[in-house]
């Protein structure tokens, strides 16, 4: 079967081939911490040099504990409401929705780029529970369909990879468009501390592509303070989660430095919100 070769047109799209690259290495480990057979499957069907992620096994170790946390949560919302509605944003190349495998009616709207959702079309197929919106998260026009089909409902939207590569007027932007849209919703967002946002550099995988990082955000009551109906009710971050000798085992000696040093324990993780 010939491969297919990803075309992108917005530079920050090829970053979506990492954490691609990184589930689908880490499912062939001995002990995963995921298994994702799908994003196996979807590497082997791309011409792309996917060696040069290959040294960024930090990477790796956070991408795969992200992608277990959203999995759960997306577990977790689903099981609380009939009415759910999850909204994946910059869904890239992630099949969440096959690999969660939910044994429940919900409904899902992947949102992203033109150019990603015309190529995860190619590779994942679209369904009427778990629908594609082709557009920009950083204007409104993705709102309406979800709203004019959902009026009511408990919404959750992931927000997994992106919000380091907007600026911060961009994230307010998202968090008052969910805010004036949607009641009932929780947010799962993201993001890297203030430190890591002005290093780009020192992510090797994304040193590989086009990709800068811009925001970055060391405070989650900073998000409460913008203004909107949100509040902060959770924290989660990568670097805390491994035992010490497990996460030596991953990446080594800079172990110490990472559950220790607040400046890298709590560089990259998650925060929820809800209203």
Request: hydrophobic share 35%.
């Given at each position: 079967m010939k491969k297919i070769r990803p075309e992108?047109?917005?530079?920050?799209?090829?970053?979506?081939?990492?954490?691609?690259?990184?589930?689908?290495?880490?499912?062939?480990?001995?002990n995963p911490i995921i298994k994702d057979k799908i994003s196996e499957k979807i590497l082997s069907q791309l011409d792309y040099d996917f060696n040069k992620f290959a040294a960024d096994e930090r990477c790796q170790l956070c991408i795969s504990i992200r992608t277990n946390y959203f999995d759960n949560a997306l577990k977790e919302f689903v099981s609380?409401?009939?009415?759910?509605?999850?909204?994946?944003v910059a869904c890239g190349l992630d099949p969440r929705i096959e690999r969660v495998a939910i044994n429940k009616k919900y409904q899902t709207y992947q949102i992203d780029f033109p150019d990603v959702i015309k190529f995860r079309r190619?590779?994942?197929?679209e369904s009427p529970e778990n629908k594609y919106i082709?557009?920009?998260?950083?204007?409104?026009?993705?709102?309406?369909?979800?709203?004019?089909?959902?009026?009511?409902?408990?919404?959750?939207?992931?927000?997994?990879?992106l919000s380091m590569y907007l600026n911060e007027a961009q994230v307010k932007q998202f968090f008052k468009t969910v805010d004036e849209n949607f009641s009932n919703t929780e947010i799962h967002i993201e993001r890297v501390n203030k430190h890591l946002s002005r290093r780009?550099?020192?992510v090797i995988s994304v040193n590989q592509t086009k990709a800068v990082f811009n925001w970055g955000c060391d405070d989650p009551l900073?998000?409460?303070?913008?203004g909107n109906s949100f509040k902060f009710k959770g924290e989660?971050?990568?670097?805390?989660v491994p035992k010490l000798t497990e996460l030596r085992e991953r990446i080594?000696?800079?172990?110490?430095?990472?559950?220790?040093?607040?400046?890298?324990?709590?560089?990259?993780?998650?925060?929820?919100?809800?209203?």
């Open positions: 992108f047109q917005e530079d920050v799209s090829e970053t979506l081939l990492i954490p691609l690259c990184m589930r689908a290495k880490e499912s062939q480990k001995k609380k409401y009939d009415d759910a509605v999850v909204v994946v190619k590779l994942l197929p082709s557009g920009n998260i950083t204007n409104d026009e993705w709102v309406k369909s979800i709203k004019e089909n959902h009026p009511m409902g408990h919404f959750l939207f992931l927000v997994e990879g780009t550099q020192s900073e998000i409460e303070r913008w989660y971050y990568y670097y805390s080594g000696n800079d172990a110490i430095l990472y559950q220790t040093d607040p400046e890298y324990n709590r560089s990259i993780g998650i925060w929820k919100y809800e209203k």
